[in-house]
């Protein structure tokens, strides 16, 4: 039997934004508690990439073959593209948010304005995303937007081209999974150069573009090259590989098969942790923006869905993504917060019947794959 859950127009926004400002006050500012549980997870996203690549090297120089290579290069994959996910979601996101810029003596290099600015870039978090694309694009436009026409990150928006072309459903689901392998690369990198730029389009009051500038021949598609796709692709498969050629050819192409395998799983685990946190038949989007602080905290519980939590290893594995209904409402705050605030909002809902969404990743990957293919939709709230 379903529960009967409260309208959106029936909630008490007034109350329940005092409900959830007051969590604030009963856990209070982070502490070095907070960033040595940072640190850990830290260390155990190098742990996976260094013994990924320690496995790697290992197989290379004691020339394994057939079988047993590509069972300890998966195996070696698998581990360096966890690591890749740990550096995203468990590390960088928390930090770009700010959420740990009030632990007291926190060192600059994990404060929001050190983390990956300049050329700590290559050392923080190299990839294809550019920091400060990636922050205008996530924590402005998709945290305060979200399920808005604005939302740069609205699946159901950004597929419509999927639902309506006529091709046989099977090449529908096909593109999806290949997609998810190559998504940080297709989607992240262009679109957040492209938010980014849209900005600027704004601020001088010029027309906003949807398109995309491939071409290195083009403005845009030139700084997308320079700035975004060449720094991350020269290093990992061109001077990572290069590093083996001592040992010949075969070598360097063993490694740099190893670490487009690596690349390939990085790209569909953190799509599978990130993309169904707001996509799915059962989550609300908006045909307006949100008017009240109380009507925000509103949007982010009926627009979000948590995965299973449990230990830190679980959360780790999860980049912390599982936490997606605590994270929407408190952006800035730390992976410590979001585990100690997680049972005071699962009661404030229910107080307010408001549905508090949590399900198995996988179930949420499925369901959200059905509405990239077009055979569900979302549900809206609308002139609201």
Request: with cysteine.
């Amino acid at each position: 039997m379903s529960t009967q859950y409260a309208d959106y127009k029936d909630i008490d926004q007034e109350q329940l934004q005092i409900d959830i400002d007051a969590i604030k006050g009963q856990i209070g500012d982070p502490t070095q508690e907070d960033f040595d549980h940072l640190l850990k997870l830290e260390r155990w996203g190098r742990m996976f990439t260094f013994g990924g690549f320690g496995l790697m090297i290992l197989i290379i120089v004691l020339g394994f073959e057939g079988f047993s290579f590509w069972l300890l290069a998966i195996i070696a994959a698998v581990s360096m593209g966890i690591g890749n996910v740990a550096r995203w979601a468990d590390v960088t996101h928390p930090i770009l948010h700010g959420a740990y810029d009030k632990v007291p003596n926190i060192p600059f290099r994990y404060t929001k304005k050190g983390f990956a600015s300049g050329a700590r870039r290559y050392i923080d978090w190299l990839d294809w995303i550019k920091p400060d694309a990636w922050i205008f694009e996530h924590n402005i436009m998709h945290h305060y937007h979200l399920g808005e026409a604005d939302d740069p990150d609205n699946i159901e928006k950004n597929m419509i081209w999927l639902h309506d072309a006529k091709i046989p459903m099977f090449f529908k689901y096909l593109f999806v999974y290949v997609f998810a392998s190559f998504w940080k690369l297709a989607y992240y990198a262009p679109n957040t150069l492209r938010i980014l730029g849209n900005k600027d389009r704004r601020k001088n009051k010029i027309p906003e573009t949807m398109d995309y500038e491939l071409s290195p021949f083009k403005p845009n598609g030139l700084k997308l090259w320079k700035d975004y796709i060449l720094p991350y692709g020269i290093f990992k498969f061109v001077l990572l590989p290069a590093l083996f050629l001592p040992l010949g050819i075969e070598a360097a192409m063993s490694a740099l098969l190893v670490l487009f395998m690596a690349e390939l799983y990085a790209n569909f685990h953190s799509f599978a942790v990130i993309t169904p946190n707001h996509s799915a038949e059962d989550i609300y989007q908006f045909s307006t923006p949100h008017k009240t602080q109380g009507e925000y905290y509103l949007r982010q519980i009926m627009g979000s869905v948590n995965y299973n939590t449990g230990t830190d290893f679980i959360d780790f594995c999860h980049g912390f993504l599982n936490y997606q209904v605590e994270h929407h409402i408190f952006p800035d705050k730390t992976h410590f917060f979001y585990q100690k605030s997680q049972p005071i909002i699962k009661e404030i809902c229910k107080k307010h019947n408001l549905e508090y969404r949590q399900e198995s990743v996988f179930k949420r990957f499925f369901m959200t794959v059905e509405l990239m293919v077009g055979n569900t939709k979302v549900l809206r709230i609308e002139g609201i």
